[in-house]
């Protein structure tokens, strides 16, 4: 009897649930549930921690940009101040996404403490 029922609601309902189906699979297809920025996590992920010393504001295929926190810091023999913004070269070329790690000093009350930042990057 269970089956007769099953084998009766498919008959009568088939057509119907084959073309909410094909509906689903048209608008997948058409990329209505991708996430925006084509379903990436972001720029990078994770990007440097919320209130480190430097902050991510944007990259390329050869360089990201990095805006300094509220204390100076020293890269490459250069000190940049609260909100300059430097280069640094990450070197990823064509391998995405991309681990960083940014290699920098802090300098606070004219002490200089090296410090370490890292990223993933995605691609540009």
């Known amino acids: 009897m269970k089956a007769q029922a099953a084998l009766e609601f498919l008959m009568t309902y ?3 649930i084959l073309i909410v189906i094909a509906v689903v699979a048209a608008l997948y297809a058409m990329g209505i549930f991708r996430l925006p920025g084509g379903g990436v996590a972001g720029p990078c992920s994770p990007c440097f921690p919320p209130g480190s010393d430097i902050a991510y504001v944007a990259h390329n295929s050869t360089h990201v940009l ?11 023999g ?8 430097f280069a640094y070269a990450h070197g990823c070329g064509d391998t995405w996404p991309c681990s960083l790690t940014v290699n920098y000093s802090l300098i606070v ?15 540009p």
Do not use: C, F, H
């Not at 250069?78 to 913004?85: K, L, N, S, V």
């Not at 090296?114 to 691609?123: D, Q």
């Open 14 to 16: 088939g057509w119907a």
């Open 66 to 76: 990095l805006r300094v926190g509220p204390n100076t810091v020293r890269y490459a």
């Open 78 to 85: 250069t000190d940049y101040t609260t909100g300059q913004i």
């Open 109 to 123: 009350d004219d002490t200089e403490m090296p410090k370490t930042a890292s990223a993933t990057l995605n691609r």
